[in-house]
Protein backbone atom coordinates (compact mmCIF):
# COMPACT_ATOMS: atom_id res chain seq x y z
CA UNK A 1 0.00 0.00 0.00
CA UNK A 2 1.46 3.80 -1.00
CA UNK A 3 1.85 6.29 1.19
CA UNK A 4 1.78 10.29 1.57
CA UNK A 5 5.84 9.57 2.98
CA UNK A 6 6.47 6.83 -0.13
CA UNK A 7 5.59 9.71 -2.60
CA UNK A 8 7.34 12.69 -0.87
CA UNK A 9 10.25 10.14 -0.96
CA UNK A 10 9.95 9.36 -4.85
CA UNK A 11 9.66 13.22 -5.33
CA UNK A 12 12.69 14.00 -3.14
CA UNK A 13 14.60 11.69 -4.83
CA UNK A 14 13.67 12.75 -8.52
CA UNK A 15 12.36 9.27 -9.27
CA UNK A 16 9.48 10.53 -11.97
CA UNK A 17 8.21 7.00 -12.56
CA UNK A 18 8.35 5.55 -8.87
CA UNK A 19 6.31 9.06 -7.96
CA UNK A 20 4.04 8.48 -10.69
CA UNK A 21 2.88 5.08 -9.85
CA UNK A 22 2.38 5.99 -6.10
CA UNK A 23 -0.02 8.65 -7.49
CA UNK A 24 -1.72 6.13 -9.70
CA UNK A 25 -1.77 3.96 -6.36
CA UNK A 26 -3.49 6.29 -4.11
CA UNK A 27 -5.84 7.57 -6.60
CA UNK A 28 -6.90 3.80 -7.16
CA UNK A 29 -7.12 3.58 -3.63
CA UNK A 30 -9.68 6.10 -3.26
CA UNK A 31 -7.50 9.05 -2.23
CA UNK A 32 -8.65 12.55 -2.82
CA UNK A 33 -6.38 14.40 -5.48
CA UNK A 34 -5.78 17.33 -3.34
CA UNK A 35 -4.83 15.29 -0.42
CA UNK A 36 -2.26 13.82 -2.85
CA UNK A 37 -0.79 17.33 -3.90
CA UNK A 38 -1.06 18.55 0.13
CA UNK A 39 0.25 15.48 1.35
CA UNK A 40 2.15 14.10 -0.55
CA UNK A 41 3.61 16.26 -3.37
CA UNK A 42 4.26 19.80 -1.81
CA UNK A 43 6.24 17.80 1.50
CA UNK A 44 8.38 16.40 -0.77
CA UNK A 45 9.08 19.72 -2.83
CA UNK A 46 9.44 21.50 0.51
CA UNK A 47 12.22 18.76 1.32
CA UNK A 48 14.14 19.19 -1.42
CA UNK A 49 13.74 23.20 -1.01
CA UNK A 50 15.11 23.00 2.66
CA UNK A 51 18.18 21.18 1.48
CA UNK A 52 18.51 23.36 -1.54
CA UNK A 53 18.76 26.12 0.95
CA UNK A 54 21.26 24.45 3.34
CA UNK A 55 23.56 23.46 0.14
CA UNK A 56 23.18 20.01 0.63
CA UNK A 57 21.60 19.62 -3.06
CA UNK A 58 22.24 21.44 -5.93
CA UNK A 59 20.54 23.18 -9.16
CA UNK A 60 20.49 19.52 -10.93
CA UNK A 61 18.89 18.01 -7.91
CA UNK A 62 16.05 20.47 -7.75
CA UNK A 63 15.44 19.95 -11.05
CA UNK A 64 14.42 16.51 -11.15
CA UNK A 65 12.15 16.48 -8.28
CA UNK A 66 10.76 19.24 -9.87
CA UNK A 67 10.05 16.92 -13.28
CA UNK A 68 9.00 14.68 -10.79
CA UNK A 69 6.62 16.55 -9.57
CA UNK A 70 5.66 18.05 -12.90
CA UNK A 71 4.70 14.54 -14.33
CA UNK A 72 2.74 13.89 -11.09
CA UNK A 73 0.77 16.92 -11.70
CA UNK A 74 -0.22 15.86 -15.00
CA UNK A 75 -2.31 13.20 -13.88
CA UNK A 76 -4.02 15.27 -10.53
CA UNK A 77 -4.85 18.72 -12.59
CA UNK A 78 -7.58 17.61 -14.81
CA UNK A 79 -9.04 15.69 -11.32
CA UNK A 80 -8.50 18.60 -9.43
CA UNK A 81 -10.22 21.03 -12.29
CA UNK A 82 -13.28 18.22 -12.50
CA UNK A 83 -13.68 18.26 -8.97
CA UNK A 84 -13.57 22.19 -8.82
CA UNK A 85 -10.48 22.52 -6.88
CA UNK A 86 -8.61 26.16 -7.19
CA UNK A 87 -5.14 27.01 -6.18
CA UNK A 88 -5.46 29.86 -3.97
CA UNK A 89 -3.33 31.97 -5.58
CA UNK A 90 -2.28 32.80 -9.24
CA UNK A 91 1.31 33.77 -10.21
CA UNK A 92 2.20 35.40 -14.09
CA UNK A 93 5.85 34.12 -14.35
CA UNK A 94 8.39 34.88 -17.01
CA UNK A 95 12.02 36.18 -18.40
CA UNK A 96 11.78 39.79 -18.95
CA UNK A 97 12.37 41.05 -22.35
CA UNK A 98 15.67 40.35 -24.57
CA UNK A 99 16.69 37.90 -22.15
CA UNK A 100 16.26 33.92 -22.98
CA UNK A 101 17.20 32.13 -20.26
CA UNK A 102 15.03 29.94 -18.40
CA UNK A 103 16.54 27.45 -15.80
CA UNK A 104 15.74 29.88 -13.10
CA UNK A 105 12.11 30.79 -14.00
CA UNK A 106 11.52 27.18 -15.23
CA UNK A 107 12.59 25.77 -11.07
CA UNK A 108 10.53 28.95 -9.81
CA UNK A 109 7.45 27.77 -11.43
CA UNK A 110 7.87 24.80 -10.44
CA UNK A 111 8.08 25.26 -7.08
CA UNK A 112 5.37 27.44 -7.18
CA UNK A 113 2.97 25.12 -9.00
CA UNK A 114 4.00 22.89 -6.20
CA UNK A 115 2.76 25.05 -3.52
CA UNK A 116 -0.49 25.27 -4.44
CA UNK A 117 -0.07 27.93 -7.03
CA UNK A 118 -1.79 28.44 -10.44
CA UNK A 119 1.22 29.67 -12.65
CA UNK A 120 1.02 31.52 -15.62
CA UNK A 121 4.24 30.72 -17.52
CA UNK A 122 4.78 33.17 -20.17
CA UNK A 123 8.56 31.75 -20.70
CA UNK A 124 10.94 34.00 -22.05
CA UNK A 125 12.17 37.61 -23.75
CA UNK A 126 8.86 38.92 -22.34
CA UNK A 127 7.98 42.41 -22.82
CA UNK A 128 6.27 44.39 -19.90
CA UNK A 129 2.61 44.95 -21.86
CA UNK A 130 2.74 41.38 -21.89
CA UNK A 131 2.86 40.73 -18.25
CA UNK A 132 0.73 43.81 -17.42
CA UNK A 133 -1.99 41.72 -19.86
CA UNK A 134 -1.50 38.15 -17.93
CA UNK A 135 -1.91 39.82 -14.55
CA UNK A 136 -5.47 41.28 -16.03
CA UNK A 137 -6.38 38.17 -17.99
CA UNK A 138 -5.78 36.01 -14.80
CA UNK A 139 -6.11 38.05 -11.63
CA UNK A 140 -2.92 37.55 -10.61
CA UNK A 141 -1.86 38.58 -6.85
CA UNK A 142 1.59 38.11 -8.14
CA UNK A 143 4.14 38.99 -10.77
CA UNK A 144 7.63 37.07 -11.09
CA UNK A 145 10.30 38.22 -12.77
CA UNK A 146 13.43 36.83 -13.84
CA UNK A 147 16.51 37.90 -15.60
CA UNK A 148 19.99 36.25 -15.74
CA UNK A 149 22.12 39.17 -17.42
CA UNK A 150 23.08 43.00 -16.05
CA UNK A 151 21.99 43.47 -19.51
CA UNK A 152 18.53 42.94 -19.19
CA UNK A 153 17.99 44.08 -15.91
CA UNK A 154 16.79 47.32 -16.87
CA UNK A 155 13.58 45.86 -18.66
CA UNK A 156 12.62 44.61 -14.73
CA UNK A 157 12.65 48.26 -14.03
CA UNK A 158 10.54 48.89 -17.36
CA UNK A 159 8.37 46.08 -16.65
CA UNK A 160 7.52 47.50 -13.04
CA UNK A 161 6.71 50.63 -14.26
CA UNK A 162 4.68 49.51 -16.73
CA UNK A 163 2.83 47.55 -13.93
CA UNK A 164 2.29 50.07 -11.50
CA UNK A 165 0.71 52.99 -14.15
CA UNK A 166 -1.73 50.27 -15.39
CA UNK A 167 -5.40 48.81 -13.52
CA UNK A 168 -3.59 46.09 -11.97
CA UNK A 169 -0.99 48.39 -9.98
CA UNK A 170 -1.41 46.73 -6.82
CA UNK A 171 -0.27 43.39 -8.40
CA UNK A 172 2.74 42.13 -5.93
CA UNK A 173 5.86 42.04 -8.11
CA UNK A 174 8.59 39.82 -7.00
CA UNK A 175 12.17 39.34 -9.03
CA UNK A 176 15.04 37.25 -9.21
CA UNK A 177 18.34 35.86 -10.85
CA UNK A 178 21.73 36.08 -10.78
CA UNK A 179 22.76 39.57 -11.04
CA UNK A 180 19.76 40.72 -9.55
CA UNK A 181 20.25 42.22 -5.80
CA UNK A 182 17.30 43.36 -2.33
CA UNK A 183 19.09 46.49 -3.34
CA UNK A 184 17.87 46.72 -6.85
CA UNK A 185 14.80 45.08 -5.99
CA UNK A 186 14.27 48.44 -3.81
CA UNK A 187 15.88 50.50 -6.50
CA UNK A 188 13.34 49.57 -9.08
CA UNK A 189 9.85 49.58 -6.71
CA UNK A 190 9.63 45.82 -6.74
CA UNK A 191 7.90 44.47 -3.82
CA UNK A 192 10.54 40.96 -3.16
CA UNK A 193 13.58 39.81 -4.04
CA UNK A 194 14.49 35.81 -3.73
CA UNK A 195 17.76 34.59 -4.37
CA UNK A 196 16.98 31.08 -4.90
CA UNK A 197 14.15 28.82 -5.64
CA UNK A 198 13.18 27.48 -2.75
CA UNK A 199 13.28 30.95 -0.99
CA UNK A 200 11.08 32.56 -3.60
CA UNK A 201 8.25 30.00 -1.97
CA UNK A 202 8.16 31.29 1.00
CA UNK A 203 8.75 34.91 -0.37
CA UNK A 204 5.48 34.04 -3.27
CA UNK A 205 3.15 33.01 0.01
CA UNK A 206 3.93 36.19 2.48
CA UNK A 207 3.26 38.51 -0.89
CA UNK A 208 0.74 37.18 -1.70
CA UNK A 209 -0.69 36.82 1.61
CA UNK A 210 0.02 40.16 1.72
Known amino acids: MSTFADLS ?3 E ?5 DAKQIVEDLLAEGTAPLDIVEQGLVPGMSAIGEKFKKNEVFVPEM ?4 RAMKECMGILE ?3 ADAGVKPEFTAVI ?7 HDIGKNL ?9 FGVVDLGTNVSPDQFVAAAREHNAQLVCLSALLTTTMPAMKTTV ?9 AVRVMVGGAPVTQAYCEEIGADGYSQDAASAVDLALELAKS
Open 9 to 11: KAV
Open 13 to 17: SGKRK
Open 63 to 66: LIAA
Open 78 to 80: PLL
Open 94 to 100: GTVQGDL
Open 108 to 116: VAMMLKGAN
Open 161 to 169: EAIRGSDVS
